[in-house]
């Protein structure tokens, strides 16, 4: 089996598992119901207002980032390519997921290169998690002794700021070796090194149009608050225990750890983790898993008008997009992407 194959595997197993274990319990399940029925409606439908908001924020952060790649795209067009790739996220299984599909549809639109489309990709990733950081120092200050409290949540804790460490250390070292150009010296058998010349590449051209990279940046910050948001109103139609610094202080914790490729679109670690964070901050399990479900499906609404906007896609360049050889050649990029690792 590919590794793509095999990630896939262990991310349903994963899911699986994990579904059973946040819903097995029957007393939990009445809990929910009886949560459920007491809901107030209205500030899920605002969360749903709020995540189309979000979309246009990350579309302009994604257009600068194009921008800086020479990549000329309308802002409508932008937000299309940006909301189909939300859509296939739902269904492609594996890490890199709706990214593939943006690319694709990218190289279609503006007949680049895969790589500038693939680093535009990348340095979303990257900038978004570098305001992440910030973000995560910022708010943690404010509840780190209420999330220190038990050792769940404490344990918690401590793996964000373990892989944030990591994280800068790695972005750090990308764009350090980037300006000295190091990463030309690797020899030929180094592992990833045609990934790492990409990378290095695309450090030094963001690094190079700093002034677009640091808005790009700043546009980070609500873009977050508006992600955040989207929970908050999802913890709002279930209880009034919970205020926005609650939540903002574990959502990076959540965003971080649910990014790595364990579970389905996070899909059981997502519960999981809710009911660890906000025990400390005396939120029941059913209430806390109900909060997590609720905003997923306040963002999977949104993604799903993805596909409305897909069906509706027109190309510029005026080709018709046949879904079999979108397929096929969306495979051929995973398969690059993951033969590049």
């Not at 795209?73 to 859509?87: A, H, K, N, V, Y």
């Not at 700093?210 to 948001?229: E, G, N």
């Not at 670690?269 to 806390?288: K, W, Y």
């Not at 963002?299 to 046949?322: D, K």
Request: net charge positive.
């Amino acid at each position: 089996m590919s590794k793509k194959n095999l990630l896939t595997a262990f991310q349903i197993l994963v899911t699986v598992v994990l579904l059973w274990w946040v819903f097995h319990d029957p007393t939990k399940r009445h809990e929910m119901l009886e949560a459920l029925r007491a809901a107030d409606w209205w500030w899920l439908g605002l969360g749903v207002m709020v995540f189309f908001l979000c979309t246009y924020v990350a579309t302009i952060r994604w257009k600068i980032l194009l921008a800086v790649q020479n990549i000329p795209m309308g802002w409508i067009r932008t937000w299309q390519l940006f909301m189909i790739g939300m859509f296939f996220n739902l269904f492609m299984l594996g890490s890199t997921g709706g990214d593939v599909v943006k690319m694709f549809l990218t190289m279609r639109e503006t007949r680049s290169h895969k790589t500038a489309a693939l680093l535009t990709v990348f340095m979303d990733r990257v900038i978004g998690m570098m305001a992440l950081i910030l973000i995560s120092v910022a708010f943690l200050y404010f509840r780190y002794d209420i999330l220190s409290h038990t050792p769940a949540s404490a344990a918690l804790l401590q793996t964000l700021l373990w892989l944030l460490a990591a994280t800068i250390v790695v972005t750090v070292g990308m764009f350090v070796s980037s300006g000295f150009g190091w990463v030309h010296y690797l020899p030929s058998w180094t592992p990833m090194r045609g990934r790492l010349v990409e990378l290095s590449a695309a450090c030094h051209l963001y690094a190079k149009s700093w002034r677009l990279t640091i808005w790009a940046f700043v546009v980070s910050f609500p873009l977050f608050a508006l992600f955040f948001l989207t929970f908050y109103c999802a913890a709002r139609a279930f209880t009034d225990q919970l205020g926005l610094v609650d939540i903002f202080s574990i959502l990076p914790i959540v965003a971080v750890i649910t990014a790595i490729p364990i579970s389905v679109s996070g899909i059981g670690l997502r519960e999981s983790l809710f009911v660890s964070l906000l025990a400390p901050f005396g939120v029941s399990a059913a209430v806390a898993t109900l909060i997590s479900v609720a905003g997923f499906l306040i963002n999977t609404v949104g993604s799903l008008a993805g596909g409305v906007v897909f069906l509706l896609y027109r190309s510029s360049t005026h080709e018709v997009i046949n879904l079999r050889d979108m397929a096929k050649e969306v495979n051929r990029l995973e398969d690059q992407i993951e033969h590049s690792e």
